[in-house]
């Protein structure tokens, strides 16, 4: 993923309860989702053009550096707009804290070493392999062997069929998985912290930990190139893009629309990574690609939505 946000496997893990918590309000929200649904798809927009213009960045600052920028200045927004309490928690919160941080830099380092060496939709399509893997794995049955199939036969026509694997740089591919599993564990220290902070504080005070972590990194890669005026501001625009609007969205989406959904939309990130890529970058794929990240699409929701139902039957036998 281009950014860390709300993911759709940790959404679909609570989504039960919020999808059925009232049989009589259900209605009224299916009529108010189209709000919702596209304060959704402007936080995806929003993060794949950002990341479409981070990349288009690199040349300026490399990669390293313009993760730095962007985590610095993301991370400046939140801490100042969530002001979140420093007092009062304990070891263990600090800890998981701690490696929600160093999960969400990692992601984010891997992931842009990936975007400038693989087409953005395609790394994309690999890096949500992590979560698309946590989910079959947590929901444990059958039917996820059909979404693994899926997601497989993706891979394998990223790799094999048309111009596949063998035009790609096997680095950049690299980066890209080693991202995913980063995503993954993202995914799990996200649900605990928001367990252990109130509101968004645990995010702001993450984000804070990866912006630390990443900053010597990019003192050292990019040094003077840092303090540019315009790769500054462009680093800006990508960190309001990719960070701090997305999850303004987000957050506003979720209060008002049922997280089973909000997690399906999640999965088509792919495809507007590769549609930014294709606008921004002019990455065009082959037809072999196109139906290789369709086919992980549909692995992805196909995962998202048996997860939930295996939520609802939980909820429906207590």
């Known amino acids: 993923m281009s950014g860390p946000q709300t993911e759709p496997v940790a959404v679909a893990q609570d989504a039960a309860p919020a999808v059925t918590a009232s049989d009589g309000a259900e ?34 600052a490399g990669a390293v550096g313009v ?7 993301a991370a400046v927004v939140m801490l100042v707009v969530c002001r979140p309490k420093l007092r009062g928690h304990s070891r263990a919160d600090w800890g998981t804290v701690l490696a929600f941080g160093i999960a969400m830099g990692g992601m984010n380092l891997l992931f842009y070493q990936a975007a400038a060496r693989i087409p953005l939709g395609i790394a994309v399509t690999f890096e949500v392999l992590g979560p698309l893997a ?41 980066f890209a998985l080693a991202a995913g599993a980063c995503w993954a564990t993202y995914i ?23 912006a630390v972590l990443c900053l010597p990194l990019g003192i050292v890669t990019a040094g ?39 997690a399906v939309m999640m999965s088509l990130e792919p495809a507007v990574a590769a549609l930014s890529g294709f606008l921004v970058l002019s990455q065009a794929l ?33």
Request: hydrophobic share 55%.
């Open 188 to 210: 799990v220290f996200s649900a605990r912290t928001g367990r252990r902070f109130p509101q968004v504080d645990g995010l702001a005070l993450a984000m804070g930990v990866a």
């Open 27 to 60: 209605p009224s929200r299916r009529r108010g989702s189209l709000g919702p649904v596209g304060l959704v798809l402007a936080g995806c927009i929003s993060v794949q053009f950002g990341a479409a213009l981070a990349v288009s960045l690199m040349p300026r």
């Open 286 to 318: 082959s037809w072999a690609q196109a139906l290789a990240i369709a086919l992980v699409i549909a692995a992805s929701m196909g995962a998202v939505r048996t997860q939930v139902g295996r939520r609802n039957d939980v909820v429906l036998r207590d």
């Open 224 to 262: 003077p190139k840092l303090l540019d005026p315009v790769t500054v501001g462009l680093g800006a625009a990508v960190a309001i893009m990719s960070s701090v609007l997305p999850y303004t969205l987000e957050l506003l989406a979720l209060r008002r629309l049922p997280a089973s959904t909000f």
């Open 134 to 174: 946590l989910s079959v794995f947590a929901s444990r049955r059958l039917v996820n062997v059909v979404w693994a199939g899926l997601a497989l036969c993706g891979v394998f026509l990223l790799g094999g069929a048309g111009d596949g694997l063998g035009s790609l740089d096997l680095a950049g591919v690299g």
């Open 67 to 73: 993760v730095t920028l962007r985590l610095v200045v």
